[in-house]
């Protein structure tokens, strides 16, 4: 139950981190993703997949921005949905943690492949593939984190990158 | 719970309609729905009115629907059955109208597979519905429709969406009875009462109170009305409505303003600009209501009561969010008002009164009818003889409207006591909504006077709904007010688009006195004002269904008027006043 409000007018942007329990069925993500579209409001990331046993629930993660007006709106758009069990705005409610991962294709030999090998170590990535010309790194960590080692790999052969987009939790006891 | 499969699934469909109380479906069949046409026909509990266009079957629906308060329920086929209903979907769903639409769907095999008559149902309509199921398996099928019937009319209605593959209605399916508990969508109803206290404390200090009721107060249920009503008289506060909101609030009642917005009375619109506290109910601060957001009621301190949280906060920032039924919310407020011992500032109010008597005496209204012989029938004065007309007469009479200046006209010179009695396309605007929407509230009111006050445009939208009257003998009058043009577009062309008339003449038309004998209706003609009250009186006396054409002024503009990207206190009055308000902004311009 989307409640307490706040009435202000604010035109500053800032970024939400919303997390929405939704019945495991088909056509809900085309119900989320289109209410986005429709009203148009912004993904910056989204994640799904079922979370529990059964199962019977999803749970998404999504990262919006807008002013504070726009993203309590989008909440309640979202908690209005028939499927939704669950909306909350993690940004709002508390500290949280996010994480997300990627899959860093790097191409190179001699020294730049030395110098990729050093800075994944760093980054604690990991690395999952390799042939005599490439890497694939694995590397998981907060978006910033992953944006930083993407920008260093970009003089260093960077090929192709896949990242899955966050998955966030509240932090200590609180559950959604 | 009987786990039996010995119906088939359009039986077991029909048992679970029946078991929702349904009484009537508006429908047209088609080779995917041919097995519920068959279960139909073996079976008497369920009605089936034969409409001549899906379109028409949505809008019946939701006459049913608002006049009654149940859920309107609709039956067509796949394809192009299901996106004909489309425009009824998506008008239900602005104007928060309870509609179960039943859509036939290719068998489950076929799907994706771009079978005959083939459309993906769900896809197109996710966002012109509440909520839309397909169903793919027989046992889901009795829990889905009485589901669809519970999300429909709780929380804020809209219309629902069950796509039927015809595997799923031709086998046998098992039957379940309605759930106790929905499992995710239970919205609340009751309010905080924290909120209606600190709702009270404003009300209490205000000093320039105002009530802006809507169509969530009619969503609510009679009694929300009456709560409302009570509200108003013992606190003292003038009030107004929206357009879905005429009838909420008794119009004779000295303390209604009258409508407000951009064709709203001065006093309403004046009195929201000039409030110090704003009490909003089940109304949603459309932008036909608000005008320029920021000039809107600037100075008021705000109260929002809906049932759904994206109502609140929406457009208008306000300081105390009330998320609850308008009625439930309604009683928990006077209750608190009677059991508070806080003053009120009466002599403050009293001044108040006296500043909108003023706005009042202005007449915003106002309209000049030349009555000699032959004289020009102003479409104003058309209006207002129709209600003192029907008024004196005693019958109870529900209003539908299609949508142009007539149905502004309507809204503002006829006047409605109670709620559910007034039926018009406000949300989507709908030309074409009126007719149809006229044959549902017949079928649910038989003995009842409905008339469809009709632009000559709009009309011929769904025209071919004469023959569904004439087959079941509904005698719905059609009250055209033909000024051959589209008038409300012909008047913005001449306000804001330097009197081009482009393509807005509504050449060719046809004779509608031919035309509803030719539909075994009755058609009748008043060409000028002394043949007004003769043909109103014969329409009304009329067994049949009737077209009644009025010749009425086609210069006539509709006013007040707040131009697009005005403000409240930027309105335009009509040629009898004054030159007033301060016209439209470029910006203004690009607004619709
Ligand atoms: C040509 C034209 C001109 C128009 N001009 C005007 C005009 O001048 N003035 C005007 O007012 N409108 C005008 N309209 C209509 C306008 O577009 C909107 O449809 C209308 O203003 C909306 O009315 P509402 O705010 O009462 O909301 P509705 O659309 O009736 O919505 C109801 C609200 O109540 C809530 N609700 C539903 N059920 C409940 C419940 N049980 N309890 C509490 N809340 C509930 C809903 O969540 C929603 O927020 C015009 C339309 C047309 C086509
Ligand atoms: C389906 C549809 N198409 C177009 C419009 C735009 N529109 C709004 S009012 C109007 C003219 C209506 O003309 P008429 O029915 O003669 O009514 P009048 O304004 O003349 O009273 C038009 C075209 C609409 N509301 N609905
Ligand atoms: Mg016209």
């Known amino acids: 139950m989307v409640d307490v409000m706040p009435t202000t007018t604010d035109t500053t942007q800032r970024s939400a981190t919303i997390s929405v329990l939704v019945d495991n069925e088909a056509g809900i993500l085309a119900r989320v993703v289109g209410l986005f579209s429709g009203r148009g409001y912004n993904i910056d990331s989204l994640t799904v997949a079922p979370v529990d046993a059964g199962g019977l629930y999803s749970r998404m993660n999504i990262v919006t921005s807008g002013t504070s007006m726009v993203i309590e709106q989008i909440k309640a758009q979202i908690d209005r949905l028939v499927p939704v069990h669950r909306v909350a705005d993690l940004t709002m409610d508390g500290p949280h943690v996010a994480r997300e991962l990627a899959l860093v294709k790097v191409i190179g030999t001699g020294e730049q492949r030395v110098e990729a090998m050093r800075i994944a170590d760093t980054f604690r990535a990991r690395v999952v593939d390799t042939t005599l010309g490439s890497f694939v790194f694995e590397l998981t960590g907060n978006t910033d984190k992953i944006d930083a080692f993407i920008e260093l790999m970009r003089d260093l052969g960077l090929a192709e990158v896949s990242r899955s987009g966050i998955a966030a939790l509240a932090r200590g006891t609180r559950v959604i | ?592």
Request: aromatic content about 6%; charged content about 20%; overall charge negative.
């Open chain 2, 1 to 592: 719970m009987s786990a039996e499969w010995t119906q088939s699934g359009a039986e077991i469909l029909l048992r679970a309609l029946k078991d929702q109380g349904v009484e009537v479906i508006f429908g047209y069949p088609g080779g995917a729905v041919l097995p519920i046409y068959d279960a139909l026909f073996k079976q008497n509990a369920i009605r089936h009115v034969l409409v001549r266009q899906e379109g028409g079957a949505v809008h019946a629906a939701e006459g049913y629907a608002r006049s009654t308060g149940k859920v309107g329920v609709v039956l067509v086929t796949s394809g192009p059955g299901a996106t004909n209903a489309v425009t009824g979907l998506v008008d239900a769903l602005m104007d928060s109208i309870p509609v179960v639409c039943l859509t036939g769907q290719v068998p489950t095999h076929l799907i994706g597979n771009d079978a005959f008559q083939e459309a993906d149902t769900t896809g197109i309509t996710r966002p012109a519905t509440k909520h839309n199921y397909l169903v793919k398996r027989a046992e889901d099928l009795a829990r889905v429709v009485h589901e669809a019937f519970y999300v429909a009319r709780s929380g804020r209605p809209g219309p629902v969406v069950i796509d039927l593959p015809k595997d799923i209605v031709i086998n046998p399916a098992p039957y379940a009875e309605p759930a106790v508990q929905h499992p995710s969508y239970r919205p609340r109803t009751e309010p905080d009462l924290g909120q209606i206290a600190k709702a009270v404390t404003l009300m209490k200090q205000a000093k320039r109170p105002m009530i802006y009721a809507g169509g969530g107060v009619i969503n609510a249920g009679p009694a929300a009305s009456e709560a409302l009503t009570k509200l108003a008289r013992i606190t003292g506060f003038p009030i107004t409505n929206t357009l879905m909101g005429l009838g909420c609030y008794p119009a004779s009642d000295p303390q209604f303003l009258g409508m407000l917005g951009m064709h709203g009375t001065y006093e309403a619109n004046l009195a929201m600009h000039g409030c110090d506290m704003l009490l909003a109910i089940g109304a949603r601060f459309d932008d036909r209501v608000t005008g320029r957001l920021n000039a809107f009621s600037q100075h008021s301190q705000k109260i929002h009561i809906d049932i759904d949280g994206s109502s609140i906060n929406k457009n208008v920032p306000v300081e105390v969010p009330i998320i609850a039924d308008a009625g439930k919310a309604l009683n928990a407020l006077l209750a608190a008002w009677q059991a508070s011992d806080e003053p009120t500032d009466k002599p403050a109010l009293a001044s108040w009164w006296r500043q909108i008597d003023e706005w009042r005496g202005k007449q915003s209204l106002k309209f000049t009818q030349d009555m000699q012989r032959g004289g020009i029938i102003k479409p104003q004065y058309a209006i207002q003889r129709l209600f003192e007309i029907t008024r004196a007469r005693g019958k109870e009479v529900f209003i539908t409207t299609e949508v142009g200046q007539h149905q502004m006209w309507a809204a503002q010179h006829f006047h409605f006591e109670q709620p559910n009695h007034w039926m018009t396309s406000g949300g989507l605007g709908t030309m074409g909504y009126g007719l149809p929407a006229a044959m549902g509230v017949q079928i649910a009111h038989p003995d009842a006077c409905v008339i469809d006050i009709a632009g000559e445009a709009s009309i011929l939208m769904n025209i071919q709904e004469m023959g569904t009257l004439a087959q079941y003998r509904l005698p719905v009058k059609v009250f055209i007010l033909n000024n051959q043009y589209m008038g409300m577009v012909r008047q913005w062309q001449e306000l804001l688009h330097g009197s081009r008339y482009s393509e807005t003449y509504s050449a060719a038309l046809p004779d509608f006195v031919k035309l509803a004998d030719a539909f075994h209706a009755t058609g009748m003609r008043a060409h000028s004002v002394d043949e007004l009250d003769s043909v109103i009186n014969a329409m009304l006396d009329c067994p049949t269904a009737v077209i009644a054409d009025i010749a009425v002024d086609q210069a006539e503009n509709c006013f007040p008027m707040i131009p697009s990207g005005a403000a409240h206190n930027e309105m335009l009055l009509g040629p009898e006043h004054e030159a007033s308000g301060a016209g439209v902004t470029d910006a203004g311009m690009a607004l619709v």
